[in-house]
């Protein structure tokens, strides 16, 4: 039998294939973010010194709304010809088809993240007073944080009838702790007033219980009637 | 790996189901279904819509929980060991739309530690389709959608094949070309369950058919003029 991680890799490479050839994902989450930095720029006109304040929370929003885009579309292949139960008679592990999704929504979302940071320095006038290097770790802890229990409650609402509704539902108030600290984080490195070492320690503690978690009841979701 | 298979008699049942009841809220789909399937042989699962065969094949297959009962293979409750003696071809065709064949059996190879990638290419050319073939599954006719779900049930060379209305939309002549590929499967020591509402094409095949009505077994037998198609 395979080894987890090959299973892992050979599903993440299957998805990466499948949404190269559909852009489903990738597509609709760059419109939605798009809409939102120019909707927002039209309607405040912040000077730099406001545009620091107001980034980080204005940033993580916009990719936290578009991250449920993607967080939907991935399993929603998987309903399509009920592919999902070839895999669930399989004897492969239901945590190697997490991390693939996990991984697989990470990637899509980080692709967004690059390809709208620029656009938000732009249309902000950003420029970091603080450690900039930092804004990476939150960056991968950040995303990682909202994929990695977006993977999970969008498996969780697979069977829903209104999954669309259901996801944001679930995510929202369980991300708010990742979410404070990645604004908060991001917001102190911008303005360079505080250390954003303490949110960056929390958003870590956060992406390991939750992946923990996330793991240990994910066969539950997936073999859930 | 424990293998399912040691210490067992060629004998034993390879399927055993024991009062096997299964409920959706008030309706059940499954009322306290009793049933052995032996080695090496070929059933027919017949009856009317909404008679219980899709759900007792899932239940088999570990897809639905029993209400209450129990259902063995190789002795054993459903676990990652017994997923893999079982191949299962669903109404749908558990494929993605947007890869070809072969990509879609690479990937599913690999859920069950298959790395050979001619034993993909050999498994289509048995249900009679091309290998080379590069268009998507998504642009496929029904009928070649379901040889190639068959092909994919078939990868991991299973000892055991749950089969779901295999030849729903396939035309006369392939549909004839799929029952012998069974008959060999069967000669081959596999054991086969089909569901069909297609009674006449496994007329000649089949050792065993097994009709269901309302949730339940309500006679097996081997008769084939029993069930009008002799």
């Not at chain 1, 798009?34 to 916009?62: C, K, M, Q, T, Y």
Request: with cysteine; charged share 15%; glycine share 6%.
């Amino acid at each position: 039998m395979s080894a987890p991680t090959g299973i892992t890799w050979a599903t993440l490479a299957k998805d990466i294939r499948l949404e190269w050839r559909s852009k489903d994902a990738i597509n609709s989450m760059l419109f939605f973010a798009l809409l939102v930095v120019v909707v927002f720029s039209f309607s405040f006109d912040p000077n730099a010194e406001e545009s620091r304040h107001i980034a980080g929370g204005l940033v993580w929003v916009a990719f936290l709304f578009a991250a449920v885009v993607a967080l939907n579309q991935t399993w929603a292949r998987e309903l399509r010809n009920q592919v999902l139960d070839a895999y669930r008679v399989s004897p492969a592990p239901a945590n190697a088809l997490f991390l693939a999704k996990a991984l697989g929504n990470f990637l899509f979302v980080a692709v967004l993240e690059a390809l709208m940071t620029p656009l938000f320095i732009i249309f902000y006038k950003l420029r970091a007073l603080g450690p900039a290097w930092q804004l990476i770790a939150i960056a991968v802890l950040g995303t990682w944080a909202l994929v990695v229990n977006g993977t999970f409650f969008a498996a969780m609402s697979l069977r829903t009838r209104s999954r669309e509704i259901m996801l944001p539902l679930l995510l929202f108030p369980i991300s708010l702790p990742a979410l404070l600290s990645m604004v908060e984080a991001t917001t102190n490195i911008l303005t360079g007033e505080n250390s954003a070492k303490f949110w960056i320690v929390l958003l870590a503690t956060y992406d390991v219980v939750f992946t923990t978690g996330c793991l240990a009841l994910f066969e539950t979701v997936l073999h859930a009637e | 790996m424990n293998d399912p298979t040691t210490a067992r008699s060629p004998a034993d049942p390879i399927i055993r189901i024991d009062n096997l009841t299964k409920q959706f809220g008030r309706f059940a789909a499954l009322r306290g279904v009793t049933a052995t399937f032996a080695p090496a042989r070929l059933y027919a699962i017949l009856g009317d819509n909404g008679a219980g065969k899709t759900t007792l094949l899932r239940t088999i297959a570990g897809l639905a929980t029993p209400t209450r009962g129990s259902v063995a293979i190789l002795g054993q409750a459903i676990s990652r060991d017994i997923r893999r003696e079982f191949g299962y071809m669903a109404h749908p065709s558990l494929l993605y739309d947007e890869m070809s064949g072969m990509e879609n059996l690479g990937y599913f190879a690999r859920l069950y530690g298959v790395r050979d990638s001619a034993r993909c290419a050999q498994v289509i050319s048995v249900v009679g389709l091309d290998p080379a073939w590069q268009r998507p599954v998504g642009q496929y006719s029904q009928g070649m959608r379901q040889r190639m779900s068959l092909a994919r049930a078939l990868l991991h060379d299973p000892k055991i094949l749950l089969l779901d209305e295999p030849f729903s939309n396939v035309d006369v002549r392939s549909a004839g070309e799929m029952v012998k590929l069974l008959v060999r499967m069967r000669d081959a020591g596999k054991t086969l369950l089909v569901v069909t509402h297609q009674a006449s094409l496994l007329g000649g095949a089949a050792d065993e058919f097994v009709w269901m009505q309302n949730g339940q077994i309500t006679n097996r037998t081997a008769d084939r003029s029993f069930m009008g198609i002799a």
